[in-house]
């Protein structure tokens, strides 16, 4: 049986708090929908998740406004976010004009809520697979895990609400061991810290690639797209289809080559609307995001 730390269960009651029960606590951030603060100024905002230091974000995102800004003939100009609750709460209130490659159930929501269009996405589709151990018989389906131990990312991160989206009940979930990275995941199910994790399927591959496997997939998720740059209203279809042109170029290429290299990203291809039809939804008992 694996043994949980007090730190380790007050830091996942603390999670639960923020992110998986509905929030009633910000009467303000059940938005309306409209843009606000960005239907004001004549410059449009382009922003994108909190996942590094600000220079670091502006180094790979700024070249990007700036392509952006000359592909459409009006200024973009990128903000940065350094906190999901500030750039959740900014998001919900239609800050940003144009968002660049959060999570698939982000431009969902967006979609359903605000009126986005998902512009270009990452080429490669999402499908996430449970796994445990090969030897472990506790565990042969995902409702065996409800209040257990898993190692996965914290929420919203769109595998583990994926993983969530399978249990009905908020009392008889599983207990997050929080971890940074699809390799953590890994070594910490294999390393005992957990009694399973969620991981790309394509991950899996490389991680458990011996001939006899350590590991054995008790669920897995259906294939779903990856992260997409999304465009408000305040883009007119001309200018979306100017983005898309841009950001496909080689010029793009160039624009976006941080990017690429910081996220390990191939390729982008034009997205559409239907991909992310419904995976808002995988939001609804999170922070702001009502529905």
């Not at 399973?196 to 591959?205: E, G, I, R, S």
């Not at 294939?223 to 305040?234: C, K, V």
């Not at 690429?260 to 808002?280: H, P, Q």
Request: glycine content about 6%; aromatic content about 10%.
């Amino acid at each position: 049986m694996n043994r949980i730390s007090t730190s380790q269960i007050f830091f996942a009651g603390l999670l639960t708090l923020l992110f998986v029960p509905k929030a009633v606590a910000d009467n303000n951030a059940n938005a309306t929908y409209i843009p606000s603060k960005a239907a004001e100024s004549e410059e449009l905002v382009l922003s994108a998740p909190p996942r590094g230091a600000a220079v670091k974000e502006k180094a790979i995102y700024e070249p990007i406004a700036e392509l952006l800004s000359k592909a459409i003939g009006k200024k973009v100009i990128f903000k940065y976010s350094d906190n999901w609750l500030s750039y959740s709460k900014d998001m919900v209130h239609g800050a940003y004009d144009l968002v660049a490659f959060d999570g698939p159930h982000f431009n969902g929501w967006r979609e359903d809520k605000l009126g986005h269009v998902p512009l270009i996405k990452m080429k490669e589709d999402l499908i996430f697979v449970l796994i445990t151990k090969a030897e472990n018989q506790r565990i042969t389906q995902v409702k065996n895990l409800a209040g257990r131990t898993i190692c996965a990312h914290a929420p919203p991160n769109f595998g583990t609400l994926t993983l969530y989206s399978q249990f009905d009940n908020p009392a008889r979930q599983p207990v997050i061991i929080q971890i940074q990275g699809w390799d953590n995941a890994y070594k910490g199910l294999i390393d005992g810290k957990c009694e399973a994790t969620l991981v790309p399927l394509k991950n899996l591959a490389k991680f458990d690639a011996g001939e006899k496997k350590a590991t054995k997939i008790i669920y897995k998720s259906r294939t779903m797209p990856n992260q997409a740059l999304s465009a408000g209203p305040r883009i007119t279809p001309a200018m979306q289809a100017k983005i898309r042109q841009a950001m496909l170029s080689e010029e793009g290429k160039k624009a976006t080559e941080k990017l690429r290299e910081v996220y390990a990203i191939k390729e982008f291809v034009s997205a559409s609307r239907e991909e992310y039809a419904g995976l808002g939804r995988l939001l609804k008992h999170t922070l702001y995001f009502e529905y």
